[in-house]
């Protein structure tokens, strides 16, 4: 079973009280302070689980090119798989890229991608 809690900061803003802001959950993931730790997270899974899939797909092209036996069908399939993969590690670059310069922009400075 997965338990979460949650600790508040109760903050005082100018006469109002009782307004809370959690600063912890605590997950069977992990404790995650903020949504920055949360985001890092999910984005360091989403990056592991990307990257396994790229070289898998490369790995797969180059067997396919090995194995073509001469064949410009089997060859063209193998090198349109390698490309496709490493294609999309550039697009996985630029999506790191984008997400760091958005965090930038917003001041959530918890959030460090691929790290």
Do not use: C
């Not at 997965?2 to 100018?14: N, Q």
């Not at 006469?15 to 730790?37: A, C, D, L, M, Y």
């Not at 349109?80 to 922009?105: D, H, M, P, Y």
Request: hydrophobic share 50%.
């Amino acid at each position: 079973m997965v338990g979460l809690s949650i600790k508040r900061i109760v903050l005082r803003v100018d006469g109002v009280s009782g307004f809370e802001i959690p600063s912890q959950v605590n997950t069977g993931f992990g404790v995650f302070n903020t949504t920055g730790g949360f985001f890092q997270s999910i984005l360091n899974i989403a990056l592991g689980v990307a990257g396994i899939a790229a070289v898998f797909l490369v790995v797969k092209g180059g067997f396919e090119l090995t194995t073509s036996g001469g064949n410009p069908q089997k060859i063209k399939e193998g090198k349109e798989q390698i490309v496709n993969a490493l294609t999309g590690l550039l697009l996985i670059a630029a999506a790191v890229f984008v997400i760091k310069l958005i965090a930038n922009i917003l001041g959530e400075s918890g959030i460090s991608v691929g790290q």
